[in-house]
T-cell receptor, first 111, second 112 residues
């Protein structure tokens, strides 16, 4: 079953703008991970944030986590056409436990 | 990170046939996971494969339809049996290291 809901489901922006995607989940979590998927290919791991963390950065990516609201956001700054992809949040995966995925946001960055 | 390969990358199959997908990890892992992604949808877990024991299947997935092998700590296969057009999906394997899961490139299956 789906754990989370991403919103928006689809987002179209101009190159250079920032893109913000949100993820809400239903149950308490240990960690939350964001993935990118280009054109139905494999998933690329972007960033992991643990339940005791509030914010993490990786290059142009910024992820926040609000456990009181059971939500997370992914911000991509200064977007590029190559950022066009689907972005998924997923909760509680590890070496020994499977991930539970949200529905994903389709991001289109127009050059 | 972990490097995971899958093959085939894509296939077009006839109804009623079976396809076996292979997944190879570049290092030993305890658990491997198989997911299905139907067109335009998110990922759904099919089963968890633990080396040396039978796979654990999620609700809606059965061993007769999706038999899984896990012969060693770096390799697993998923077979999609007696295929129908509804099985057309991307099938992905994954493996974890610490708290992070990494994915193979996926197998795009089309059933005619």
């Amino acid at each position: 079953s789906q754990q989370g809901e991403e919103d928006p489901q689809a987002l179209s922006i101009q190159e250079g703008e920032n893109a913000t995607m949100n993820c809400s989940y239903k149950t308490s979590i240990n960690n939350l991970q964001w993935y990118r998927q280009n054109s139905g290919r494999g998933l690329v791991h972007l960033i992991l944030i643990r339940s005791n963390e509030r914010e993490k950065h990786s290059g142009r990516l910024r992820v926040t986590l609000d456990t009181s609201k059971k939500s997370s956001s992914l911000l991509i700054t200064a977007s590029r056409a190559a950022d066009t992809a689907s972005y998924f949040c997923a909760t509680d995966g590890s070496g020994n436990t499977p991930l539970v995925f949200g529905k994903g946001t389709r991001l289109s960055v127009i050059a | 990170s972990a490097v995971i390969s899958q093959k085939p990358s894509r296939d077009i199959c006839q109804r009623g046939t079976s396809l076996t997908i292979q997944c190879q990890v570049d290092s030993q892992v305890t658990m491997m996971f198989w997911y299905r992604q139907q067109p335009g949808q998110s990922l759904t877990l099919i089963a968890t494969a633990n080396q040396g024991s039978e796979a654990t299947y999620e609700s809606g997935f059965v061993i007769d339809k999706f038999p899984i092998s896990r012969p060693n700590l770096t390799f697993s296969t998923l077979t999609v049996s007696n295929m129908s057009p509804e099985d057309s999906s991307i099938y992905l394997c994954s493996a974890g290291r610490s708290d992070t899961q990494y994915f193979g490139p996926g197998t795009r299956l089309t059933v005619l």
